[in-house]
């Protein structure tokens, strides 16, 4: 339950975020704790690349559902994607909303 709070948490942050754009199943769907998102057109190795240097930690491609990525246009951006697990906090979704942000924002 902890989990969808988070999710819930990430997904709302992250669709705040001018410039970012939210996939999948809206978070009262059922769903798994994965957000996948992009930011601009900014290319996922180098958004995940960036969050590193701020100690958060997202994966980046297309995650074996390349038809998907394709059919979305994202070939060559693809998605980056962040999880909640048992062990996520709420400083931690916090955290990679603030770094997103300060990406999508050029801050």
């Known amino acids: 339950m902890r989990d ?10 992250l669709s705040a975020i001018k410039g970012v754009r939210v996939y999948g199943p809206a978070p009262d769907a059922r769903r798994t704790a994965l957000v996948s998102f992009t930011v601009k057109n900014y290319p996922s190795a180098e958004l995940s690349g ?11 491609g297309d995650f074996y559902a390349a038809t998907v990525v ?3 246009e994202l070939t060559e951006q693809g998605l ?3 999880g909640c697990a048992l062990y996520t906090t709420l400083a931690e ?3 990679l ?3 997103v942000s300060a990406i ?3 801050k």
């Open 97 to 99: 909303i603030a770094g």
């Open 4 to 13: 969808k709070e988070l999710t819930v948490a990430l997904w709302q942050g």
């Open 93 to 95: 979704v916090e955290r």
């Open 70 to 72: 394709e059919r979305l």
């Open 104 to 106: 999508a924002t050029g």
């Open 80 to 82: 980056a994607r962040a």
């Open 50 to 60: 960036e969050l590193a240097k701020k100690a958060v930690f997202t994966s980046h």
